[in-house]
């Protein structure tokens, strides 16, 4: 008996080295689907330094959008335009731990109601943003009652023990702006050789946190087990 036990354990711990995951706990995100807050009936205008109305959520430029009845969310009843009067951005910070990694994944649309354009916006965690692209079409386009919202994601490796979570609007000078709703952010639950062949090699880290030279490296990496280092700089 007590072998097994000990063989079970062994085999957590092998299975979590294997994962490339440290035994850091999911980051709590509050109200990641903006579904609490004040009431925003068909939508509600907030600006910059609002921290209220959406709890968990800070306003921290321009004006956003509250949406409520005006279109249907991606999950529950509410959602972001991240243009109000113009270009907005809104940020959460959360509890991380330093050198594990960790996956945003959020559903993003573009506000039909401008018709057709190219609806653009950041997310970052303190480092470098990253560019995400909703494209309202003239064929098949997302309309008020079908907004088509895309599923989107990133990875970050946390540098400190909190981390700071923006979206910034880029859709710059128009009302009708990027869509945001159903923010998660989890531990990165590698599934290293498939992300390593997809192109996420260039955003993958191996267990010292250097980012890899190539693709081959990448994949040499997680193939041996960790054995081929292959890793560039920091
Ligand atoms: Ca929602």
Redesign the pocket.
């Known amino acids: 008996m007590k072998k097994l036990i000990l063989s079970a354990a062994a085999a957590a711990l092998l299975s979590a080295s294997l994962a490339g995951v440290s035994s850091a706990a999911a980051p709590t995100i509050v109200n990641g ?3 609490t807050g004040t009431s925003p009936g068909s939508f509600l205008q907030l600006s910059s330094g609002d921290g209220t109305s959406i709890p968990g959520w800070t306003v921290i430029a321009g004006t956003v959008d509250y949406i409520g009845t005006y279109w249907p ?7 972001l335009d991240l243009n109000g009067s113009g270009a907005g951005a809104v940020r959460q910070s959360f509890a991380t731990t330093v050198g594990t990694t960790y996956r945003v994944t959020f559903s993003m649309s573009g506000n039909p109601a401008g018709g057709a354009g190219t609806k653009t916006l950041t997310a970052d965690t303190g480092g470098a943003p990253t560019i995400f692209t909703y494209e309202v079409g003239t064929l098949n386009p997302p309309t008020l009652t079908d907004m088509k919202w895309a599923t989107k994601s990133f990875s970050f490796t946390a540098t400190a023990a909190t981390t700071t979570l923006t979206f910034t609007s880029t859709t710059i000078g128009l009302v009708y702006g990027p869509a945001l ?2 923010v998660r952010v989890e531990l990165a639950t590698v599934k290293p050789l498939a992300d390593c062949k997809n192109g996420d090699w260039r955003q993958l880290r191996d267990g010292q946190g250097r980012l890899f030279k190539n693709q081959g490296d990448c994949v040499s990496y997680f193939a041996t087990k960790f054995r081929n280092s292959g890793a560039g700089a920091p």
């Not at 969310?73 to 959602?79: I, K, N």
């Open positions: 689907s903006f579904e969310a991606a999950d529950g009843v509410r959602s709703d159903k």
